[in-house]
């Protein structure tokens, strides 16, 4: 993957991510060290909902990943309920210095599965992993939650850039290939279905062909030109093609 210019206009796909988790862990130091590579020491609360864009290459297609802070606190859920629709990825934020904001990732989790697809990709974000000696939840317990939940792990850290970058194209590659290529092998199968009808069509025109021919065969043996043709027209009645046909038809 590579990143797009900031200039890139062109992008092949648009995939909406959305921030979540507690006030105070990080989600806005982490949009903003992905999409512009700086840090605020003094990041104050996001009030209601930002986003942020940046666009990167999977394999041959341009897609323009749009990131989603929503605000941690009570007041604002209401409003940010609404920007989980239509969000194809979610990056799940707790603090690892405050056990509270991992406890609250379960509630955070059930809102998500209550408001977005069933089949949007998730990833569990430890964030704050330079603040280790201040450590509050332990590695192995989150790693048993998402393992719980069958969702990825893993620990980032906004201020010194530890693994922010490979959270979000984690993120952004799943989501590519579960539903980029799951579309792609939905359209082989729909021309290989409409391929199957166009058969189905032919072989139908096919066997009509032979029909008139064994008729005309019946009629030749019956005006005498031979035992040899009325022959070769009882036996067609098992012809492959038509067999074909009949399958065809019950698909």
């Not at 629709?85 to 934020?93: C, I, P, S, T, Y």
């Not at 697809?117 to 192995?140: H, M, P, T, W, Y």
């Amino acid at each position: 993957m590579s990143m797009i210019s900031p200039d890139q206009d062109h992008y092949d796909h648009l995939f909406k991510i959305v921030l979540i988790g507690d006030s105070g862990v990080g989600k806005s130091n982490l949009l903003l060290r992905y999409t512009k590579n700086q840090f605020k020491i003094n990041s104050q609360s996001t009030i209601g909902v930002e986003f942020a864009t940046r666009g990167i290459k999977v394999e041959d297609q341009y897609v323009r990943a749009q990131i989603w802070d929503t605000a941690g606190q009570e007041r604002y859920r209401a409003i940010t309920n609404a920007y989980y629709r239509n969000a194809v990825g979610a990056l799940l934020v707790y603090d690892i210095t405050k056990y509270s904001t991992f406890q609250n990732i379960e509630r955070w989790f059930a809102e998500l599965r209550e408001h977005a697809e069933c089949n949007i990709s998730v990833l569990l974000v430890g964030n704050k992993s330079d603040l280790r000696q201040s450590r509050a939840v332990s590695f192995d317990e989150a790693s048993s939650y998402a393992k719980k939940h069958n969702i990825a792990f893993i620990e980032t850290s906004a201020l010194d850039s530890t693994n922010v970058e490979k959270a979000f194209v984690k993120v952004i590659h799943d989501i590519y290939h579960q539903t980029i290529k799951e579309n792609q092998q939905d359209f082989e199968a729909q021309q290989n279905q409409d391929y199957g009808e166009t058969s189905s069509v032919r072989n139908d025109r096919t066997g009509m062909s032979k029909q008139r021919n064994l008729r005309l065969h019946r009629e030749e043996a019956s005006q005498g030109y031979g035992k040899n043709n009325e022959g070769n027209a009882t036996t067609s009645g098992s012809d492959p093609q038509l067999n074909l046909q009949s399958c065809c038809f019950k698909q």
